[in-house]
Structure formats: structure tokens, C-alpha cells
Nanobody, 124 residues
Framework: QVQLVESGGGLVQAGGSLRLSCTAS????????MGWFRQAPGKERVFVAH????????HYSESVKGRFTISRDNTKNTVYLQMNSLKPEDTAVYYC?????????????????WGQGTQVTVSS
């Protein structure tokens, strides 16, 4: 069992930055690939970014590529999402998720555990 807790969300002006954190309980964090997803009001939850177990591989959605950076620190059981050049369309609840297999990184049902989400609001 893995419990995930996100933090770092908030209100920011367009063009600003935020860093989200997601800390996992347990001793097996490094055995999971990790992903970030987001869900805007009235819309489906969509893939944002993914990182491999050892952080050697990352993958981003086209909408955030070049602006967001995913990273992880396995010694701290934490995955991060650095978000720069934020746009109003980035407004959403952001979720981190853990996946034991990491084969279908963009699909929500592939993930085994989810956090409760953190709100990010970008004002224009």
C-alpha cells in the first residue's frame, strides 16, 4: 500500500511558477514509476508528465512540454513538478500517481495509487 500526498498548489498569475510536491509513504517508492495528471472543472483527468523509477526517463504531454519539469528524489520518497510560464489553461486540480509497471504511462487506469490532489489556479 502506498499513500501519496500532494502539496504546493495555489494561486499564481499567468507567466508565474509553482512547484508541486508529492510525498509517498512506505519503503517501496523507488519501485514505482510516477506520473502527474490534472483535471479541470467539467473535464476528464489527463496526463501531464511521467518519470521512470530511477529518473532516467521522462515524458510530457505536448501542452506542457518545455514549461514543466518532472523530477524525483527517491531518498525523500518525493516526486516534483516544476511548472514555469503558467497559463490560465493550466488551471486544474493536479494529482500524482504511482504505477508499478510504467508501460502505459498516459492512461489513468494504469496507475495503482493516487493522491488527493492539489488545486492550481492561474489568473490572467
Amino acid at each position: 500500500q502506498v499513500q501519496l500526498v500532494e502539496s504546493g498548489g495555489g494561486l499564481v498569475q499567468a507567466g508565474g511558477s509553482l512547484r508541486l510536491s508529492c510525498t509517498a509513504s512506505g519503503r517501496t517508492f523507488s519501485s514505482y514509476t510516477m506520473g502527474w495528471f490534472r483535471q479541470a472543472p467539467g473535464k476528464e483527468r489527463v496526463f501531464v508528465a511521467h518519470i521512470s523509477r530511477g529518473a532516467s526517463n521522462t515524458h510530457y504531454s505536448e501542452s506542457v512540454k518545455g514549461r514543466f519539469t518532472i523530477s524525483r528524489d527517491n531518498t525523500k520518497n518525493t516526486v516534483y513538478l516544476q511548472m514555469n510560464s503558467l497559463k490560465p489553461e493550466d488551471t486544474a486540480v493536479y494529482y500524482c500517481a504511482a504505477d508499478r509497471n510504467g508501460l502505459t504511462m498516459t492512461i489513468t487506469r494504469a496507475y495503482d495509487y493516487w493522491g488527493q490532489g492539489t488545486q492550481v489556479t492561474v489568473s490572467s
